[in-house]
Structure formats: C-alpha cells, structure tokens
C-alpha cells in the first residue's frame, strides 16, 4: 500500500469545511472525504475519530466566519440596536453576492440534522440557543440604554432568531440587495429594532 500523502491539518478542516458547506453534511462520506484528503480511512479515523467529530471540528472552525460569531462582537456600550441592524445589514450583503447560494453553513446544518442526527444536534441546538441567549442580553441592555421599550424581551429575541434564519434561507434565492434588505428592514422596525434615523441604505 503506497504511503499517505501528509496533510496540515488546519487546511484540512478547511477543506472540509468547504465540501460539507457545498454538498451538505449528508452527502459526505468518510470514503469521499479521506479521498479528497489523499488519506486512507484509517488514516482518517485515527486523524478525527469519526465523521461526527470531525464535523464538530468544522463547525467551530466557521464559527468566527458566521453570523452567530457578529453578534457575539457588538459591543454593549455601543448603539446596540443600531449595531445589531448593521450586522443583518451585512448579512443581506453576504446572501446576495454568494454567487454559489450556499447560505450559512451553521444554518443549513441546523436545518438539516436537528432532529435526525442524535449526536450532531445537541451541539447545534446548543448553537441556536446560544444566539438566542445573546439576542436576549443585547435587547436587555439596549433596554438599560433606554433605547429598547418593550418589555416582552423573550419573545423579541426569539423573532430575531427567526428573522436570522429566514434571511440565510431566503438569501439563497432572492438575489437583490434592495429587495432582501428592505424586507428585512421592515421586519426589524416591527421588532422596535429598527429607527429611520439610522439612514442605513
């Protein structure tokens, strides 16, 4: 048997990352990624242990890239609501010129394997529960600014979530920044997020 053309294995979880994003978790067989590593399976297994781990890997390797990681970034001494808008904002952007559509990885993972998957989704569902915590702490605080009135702060965050996952679903077909940012503009200015004054085009 021909010996095991080496591999880094950071540039391998980004491989990884890459495959699982374009074709979906499913799609991945240890066989095509060991293949497209130039490993054998064993190699493989002993390299991430399983499929499933090293799928964990991969996830917290997007993390600092997702839309998830953004809001964990807002500062809250800042413009909270503003600076939540700016990163739907930019999300918006993200959707529209991923000329492959592949959406959020993090997002299509939930959508695929909460539910069908019993070992990948705890630490997904954890992943959503997680933005939704933060989601919660920004519109407490931007309510401690006086910026935020409403006191039904539960059922806020969670729209918000759901506005996050509808924009990262929905950026996979619409493809005009104008017509996905204002929908989503609306959506945030229903929410009390959102103020004309932020001019943000």
């Known amino acids: 048997m021909g010996r095991n053309k080496a591999f880094n294995r950071d540039q391998a979880v ?4 890459h495959l699982i994003w374009s074709q979906g978790y499913q799609n991945c067989s240890v066989k095509a990624v060991s293949e497209m590593l130039g490993i054998t399976r064993s190699s493989f297994y002993h390299s991430f242990g399983s499929m499933e781990s090293l799928f964990i890997e991969v ?23 503003k600076e939540i808008c700016t990163v739907f904002q930019n999300i918006c952007v993200a959707r529209v010129t991923d000329k492959e ?11 695929e394997l909460v539910g ?10 954890s992943s959503v529960d997680a933005v939704l915590t933060r989601f919660k702490r920004l519109l407490n605080a931007a309510k401690m600014q006086g910026k935020f009135n409403d006191n039904d702060i539960d059922q806020k965050a969670l729209a918000l979530l759901n506005l996050l996952i509808g924009i990262n679903v929905s950026g996979k077909f ?3 920044y ?13 929410l009390g997020v959102y103020d004309t004054d932020y001019n943000m085009a």
């Open 14 to 17: 980004d491989s990884v990352m």
């Open 59 to 81: 996830l917290k390797r997007y993390y600092i890239h997702s839309p998830f990681c953004a809001f964990d970034q807002i500062n809250e001494q800042s413009d909270i609501l």
């Open 101 to 111: 559509a592949k959406g959020c990885l993090m997002i299509n993972s939930i959508i």
């Open 116 to 125: 069908s998957n019993d070992i990948l989704s705890p630490p997904l569902s």
């Open 174 to 176: 619409i493809k005009d």
């Open 178 to 190: 104008e017509q996905l940012w204002s929908s989503t503009q609306l959506s945030l200015h229903s």
